[in-house]
């Protein structure tokens, strides 16, 4: 591997790949994982890249690569595993994405594959992976990451949603995308049904996200939203009617999951009654023909049985159709 000119390191173990990502974590660094398989082996064509933008890139920003060869890192944590060993732990928070808990599952998902897989670290926070040598993308990537931006306690007063920031996102930038947002804030509101098409609309304009524009949510527009209050309180007094929502949604999944159970029963039940029906078709001698037309009638049974009971069902979707926000008018901003 010295054709990368120690731009790279070069890691073949669980603490060895941990320890690369904890330092550029603790530094505020940026970290790419090039991880292969031994079989097929790192990518050589993208070495001058790294090289090249690893030269190029300002020393504030901190940037390592890392050669990481899943099939031996995967086979010591397995050994370590089976031994009954603990991995070592993270210790604060914002370091959890930098432990095996977070990226074992990921190298497991490239394991054995001829193309490599890239991993972007951002202080200690999975930004990106992308699959093959795609040298653009990555390059493109790349350069956005190690522009220096400008942090987000610029525009973040509120020490809560400062902290909430830092959590989930990285501390030096000001925007993150729009899905990353939202996963944040399924996780701190605790949403347990997706936003409808009418509230993301309206989370998109609070948030000051226009149509024509790159869905990122900045900084200094959720500050707006959020003031002095919680993240919570500002969900609940945007979207009032989203929790009546959520819960006819889980009634009408538990409707579903009784159905599908119930139906299981209807058809277990018809297979045992059909059996019966059978035995005393052939010890009464009958043919074939009417050992069928008792199966026909069994289930036809079972079928009249079964749309009785979705009846129930079909009403309580139409009452979660009725309580859907998407029906009413935004609620009013300040």
Known sequence: MGDKDNIAKDVTTVAQLQEQLQLSAREGGISVVDAY?????FCRAIAPTFRRL???ADEATKLRFITADVTQ???DYDKAEAAGGAHAKAGKKELA???PEFWVPLLRKHEGKAKPAFFFFKEGKLVKSIEGCATPQIINLLKDMTTVKTPAD????????????GENFNASDSEVP???FQQALNSVCKLTVPLNDAELTLLKETLHIKPAQILVVHAESLQKWVGDGTLMQAFTSTFPLYEERAIQARKFRELEQQEQGARAGLALEGVVELEAEVRVGQEQGLNWEAVG????EVWAQQEVEFQTMTTT???TTEAADAADPAATEPAQKE
């Open 37 to 41: 398989s031994t079989k097929w082996g």
């Open 54 to 56: 690893f030269l190029e």
């Open 73 to 75: 890192i995967l086979a």
């Open 97 to 99: 994405e930098t432990t």
């Open 154 to 165: 610029e525009f973040i007063q509120n020490p809560t949603l400062l902290e909430f920031w």
């Open 178 to 180: 729009l899905d990353r």
């Open 293 to 296: 037309v008792l199966r026909d």
């Open 313 to 315: 069902t079909t009403t």
